[in-house]
């Protein structure tokens, strides 16, 4: 599937934007070249429960709930580890068999932490950055509350990747993000499912 996941620093762009530059297209998420990697892929496990599948990574202190009907997916390829979760009947482009936005149809949300201490100043001036290399047609920023913290939500639409939307929890020294796409019939069936998937996350 995609990657959303991951910031840098102001020096280099999203980690799927350079992906896509050499295979052909155009996301996602900042990666930290010069760093400690702090994460893994294998530090997140898939509980199945008689409430529900969820997602959990003990490292980062973070539980979600995967919504009703959906898969999951962990993308290996990224050093500190991204997890998706995704309707049955996505589909898209792929390169490569990664799934690239925009989406022709359903719902994905990726689930990525980058260990790193950004403050929402920061974080805003870095999603403009990258979402400008990317021809952003629209975009906003508002203030919400998630697992009783304060987070920056982020709606946008691009010209090369369509319309997504960002949630930012920066706590202590990482950051927190949840990016949903979807494809074109089904925005507000995956919204709605966006916000209530928000209220399962549990950051200790």
Known sequence: MLNFGKFLNKKNIFAFVIFLI???????????????????????IIKETEEGTFVENKKAGLV????????????????????????????????????????????GIEIAINYKKLNFEEIEQDVKEI?????????????????????????VNAKRVGPMIGVYIPLSDKVYSFTLIWGPD??????????????TISIQ
């Open 186 to 199: 089904e925005k507000e069936k995956c919204i709605q499912e966006f916000e209530n998937f928000l209220e």
């Open 64 to 107: 979600v709930k995967v919504p009703e009907g959906w898969e999951v997916k962990k993308i290996k390829d990224i050093e500190e580890g991204s997890f998706i979760v995704q309707t049955s009947n996505i589909e898209g482009k792929r390169i490569n068999d990664v799934l690239v936005p925009p989406l022709a149809q359903g719902c």
């Open 22 to 44: 050499l295979i052909a297209g155009g996301l996602f998420w900042w990666w930290q070249s010069n760093k400690e990697i702090k994460g893994s892929p294998d530090d997140y």
């Open 131 to 155: 979402y400008w290399r990317l021809e952003v047609t629209d975009q906003k920023f508002e203030r919400i509350i998630v697992d009783n913290k304060e987070a920056l939500k982020n709606i």
